[in-house]
T-cell receptor, first 120, second 114 residues
Framework: AQKITQTQPGMFVQEKEAVTLDCTYDTSDQSYGLFWYKQPSSGEMIFLIYQGSYDEQNATEGRYSLNFQKARKSANLVISASQLGDSAMYFCAMREGPDAGGTSYGKLTFGQGTILTVHP | DAGITQSPRHKVTETGTPVTLRCHQTENHRYMYWYRQDPGHGLRLIHYSYGVKDTDKGEVSDGYSVSRSKTEDFLLTLESATSSQTSVYFC?????????????FGPGTRLTVT
């Protein structure tokens, strides 16, 4: 069974500084995907970034980067130059597959989340 | 904007009553999902669909059923609501024509069972 662990219930960062949110995962699949989502206080789920298990380079999307260490099974989110609007809950998630036949139903397993607070 | 709407957005119901939540999408995506969000658990998959009339169970499917008679609609039914089903319910779609299979979520439905 897949498992995602986010060990930081809450994190604080000063505006304009960088912050790393931790995520470790456990899977026996060779092919999988890792995602980060942001949930502001308004409640919507916002897709941030994706990393495939076979991707050799770390994913980046603007101020977001994913520090992917496959051997350690970690997929930490790095937010550079934090902004007040980054204050939110952040979820790490993993998708199983696709399998050798190319099939994936795209099911996601989520971690418990980390609440990030950005101070001015 | 992935064109996902959920209805109702808020509902209060009594224990033992049936409840149906609707997820509607406008872009003919094949894969649709229902998740519930509870404090300390993140989001957990209830059921998913990979086509019209093709559905399967997720991690926390007990007490829930789903139906998908049209591509655009995915219904989640609580046959007899219980207080443990008080939660925020999210519908999601997968852009399955893209390799990342990233999922986009609807705005959520807050359900309270009294």
């Amino acid at each position: 069974a897949q498992k995602i662990t986010q060990t930081q219930p809450g994190m604080f960062v000063q505006e304009k500084e960088a912050v790393t949110l931790d995520c470790t995962y456990d899977t026996s699949d060779q092919s999988y995907g890792l995602f980060w989502y942001k949930q502001p206080s308004s409640g919507e789920m916002i897709f941030l970034i994706y990393q495939g298990s076979y991707d050799e380079q770390n994913a980046t999307e603007g101020r977001y980067s994913l520090n992917f260490q496959k051997a350690r099974k970690s997929a930490n989110l790095v937010i550079s130059a934090s902004q007040l609007g980054d204050s939110a809950m952040y979820f790490c998630a993993m998708r199983e597959g696709p399998d050798a036949g190319g099939t994936s139903y795209g099911k996601l397993t989520f971690g418990q989340g980390t609440i990030l607070t950005v101070h001015p | 904007d992935a064109g996902i709407t959920q209805s109702p957005r808020h509902k209060v119901t009594e224990t033992g009553t049936p409840v149906t939540l609707r997820c509607h999408q406008t872009e003919n995506h094949r894969y649709m999902y229902w998740y519930r969000q509870d404090p300390g658990h993140g989001l957990r998959l209830i059921h998913y669909s990979y086509g019209v009339k093709d559905t399967d169970k997720g991690e926390v499917s007990d007490g829930y059923s789903v139906s998908r008679s049209k591509t655009e609609d995915f219904l989640l039914t609580l046959e007899s609501a219980t207080s443990s089903q008080t939660s925020v319910y999210f519908c999601a779609i997968s852009l399955s024509d893209r390799a990342t299979y990233e999922q986009y979520f609807g705005p959520g439905t807050r359900l309270t069972v009294t």
